[in-house]
């Protein structure tokens, strides 16, 4: 090999492949390109206005969730009907549209509770005045209280027609001559059972106080198993010149219940 001149292998390389320099180039900018940081698709304002869209699609997606649920809630308690109303001595009363065979636990109790008292309870006086009471014919010369045919109109038509006819069997005669009193106390009245829609039964548990002139004291359970269903409610109010068994009536099936069976209470 002589001072000054290429090897012979890179000059016969360099003979056969003249390009090889302008390869070596090309190879190195693909190197460049491949390892080069790749670029974001948006610039970053533009990447941070898409993120606030989604955010603010999302919000919009559960507000609107929101306002269904509301105007669903709305929905169900417009349909209750529940309102005021203003009662006769100034008070007001929350009332609310139920089944037309409901009736409230409580105005059960309070109707079954007036049928006893006003059965079993014999003043010898017309209700709400002094006078004596001559009682009421129900069949042939038997006669009952006054109170007792009141408490007949809260049951069945023939029901309370039936029950009359056995209850004056039970009458003393010296009742309306003044010598017989009668008083009923209630120990027990239990919650309603439904057993079937707009039928209940309820369990009264009280005792009958017999008071007679020269005679004396004498007590008497009476505990029965009542069944009572939800009638039509008397329409009201009465008309001006309603007579006084119209207005008797009225105030007495104003609950919208009657007795249909009583029967003795099996604990």
Known sequence: MRSGLLPESSFKNKLLNPNLSELTKTQQLIMN????EPQPLLPESKNTLALCFVLLTGFVFLLTIAVLV????LRALSQRKVTFVQLKDGTTARIAEEDGLYREPKSIQTFVSSWVNLTWAWEGKIPGTNEPDPGIKVKGNVKVPTTAWMASLMMESEFGKASLVELAKLVPNTLYSGKTRSGVYISHISEPREIK???????VISTRVVLEQGIGESREKFNRTFTVKAVEVPKSPLKENANELEKTVHSLRAAGLEISRIVEFTP
């Not at 390109?33 to 080069?36: E, G, I, S, W």
């Open 197 to 203: 829609r707009g039928v209940w039964e309820i369990d």
């Open 33 to 36: 390109l491949k390892f080069k």
């Open 70 to 73: 509301n105007t669903v809630s």
